[in-house]
Structures are given as C-alpha cells and as structure tokens.
Nanobody, 122 residues
C-alpha cells in the first residue's frame, strides 16, 4: 500500500530556512511524480513544486528562487528545501504522488500524506 509521511515542519522566523521530507513506503518513488502542496487557513490547497521520475522540476511562481525540490532514491524520500521564508508561506504542507502528472494541480494527485505544519513568524 502506497504511503507518504511528511516531516520537518515547525516554527521559523521570517528569512529563515526549513527542509521538509516526504518518505515513501509501499512503492518506488522514483517511478512516480512527487509533488509538494500547501494549504493555509481559509484558502484552497495550492501546488508548490513537483519532481518527475527523470528529475525534471516545476515550481509555483511564488516560491521560485527560494524553494528547491530534490529526491534521494536510495532513501525513497523527496525533500523540499525552503529558504528566505515569508509569513505568507505559513501553511500545512503536504506531499503527494501520482504516476502521470505534469501539472501543479492538486486535483491531479491521488495519493497524499497527512501534512506537516510550517509557521513563519517572528
């Protein structure tokens, strides 16, 4: 059974950094597109970044130049390095997996983790 577990969230000051991890089990992540998404209170879930099986990546305009997605196939884990964090980055961050996706649309992903809270505040 495909499972995803996020970790690494927490409280960070504006301008700080965090690295989120998405550990997969029950499947080989390298064969899937893995995406990071976030949902702030009162807002819809939005795509942050995706990484394909070939290592190709895509980012939302709001995080380009600040966030980096990567994968460690040996650990069956995908990471989201977040730098220069802003208060508007505060949200629950989710990772998701699917086989045939090229977009940042949450509706295109069908397997989800439980999420990890990221709070950016002084």
């Amino acid at each position: 059974q495909l499972q995803l577990v996020e970790s690494g969230g927490g409280l960070v000051q504006p301008g700080g950094s965090l690295t989120l991890s998405c550990a997969g089990s029950g499947f080989t992540m390298d064969n899937y597109v893995i995406g990071w998404f976030r949902q702030a209170p009162g807002k819809e879930r939005e795509g942050v970044s995706i990484i394909g099986s070939g290592g190709n990546t895509n980012y939302a305009d709001s995080v380009k130049g600040r966030f980096t997605i990567s994968r460690d196939n040996a650990k069956n884990t995908v990471y989201l390095q977040m730098n220069s964090l802003k208060p508007e980055d505060t949200a629950v961050y989710y990772c998701a997996a699917d086989e045939w996706v090229v977009s940042l649309s949450p509706a295109d992903f069908h397997s989800w983790g439980q999420g990890t809270q990221v709070t950016v505040s002084s």
